[in-house]
């Protein structure tokens, strides 16, 4: 299957390894053009295993040595770029999302999936065509068509899903 992930976040990233994985073609879109988010993650005992298995200590040295349980934002990007990138999923930043385009329903001019609308629109994502589309452009980020679904933990600081 073919599957279009928008976000280039860390689980915009993960996400595709995954569908991979699992047999997919993957293209990913990202509005920005660079990783500069610097912010520190704390990574759970089961995150690091994830990222152990695969191969954040060959990309990154330092990742998770003795006690240090956490890394910032980019560096984890990074990381997950680098995997994804082997693995054969596309990865196009500066190309921002402006909807979806669904397939039409003509018999002589059917589209076989859903294509996106894109900026620039003469970028060759555009004319992508897939069956499985993934948002993880983050939580004040919805697509039209989409729910947006929050809970409120008293406690919470912040988890992401």
Known sequence: SQCLVLGAG???????????FLGAQVVVVEKRESFSRNNVLHLWPFSICDLRGLGAKTFYGKFCSGSLDHISIRQLQLILLKV???????????????GLIEPSGDSGSRLPGWMARL??????????????FISAGGGRFVPDGFKHKELRGKLAIGITA
């Open 10 to 20: 860390p689980c915009g990233l993960r996400t595709p390894i995954e569908l991979t």
């Open 84 to 98: 994804a990138l082997l693995l054969g999923v596309e990865v196009h930043t500066g190309v921002e999302f402006r």
């Open 119 to 132: 900026q620039p629109e003469t970028h060759p994502a555009a004319t992508f065509q897939f069956d499985v």
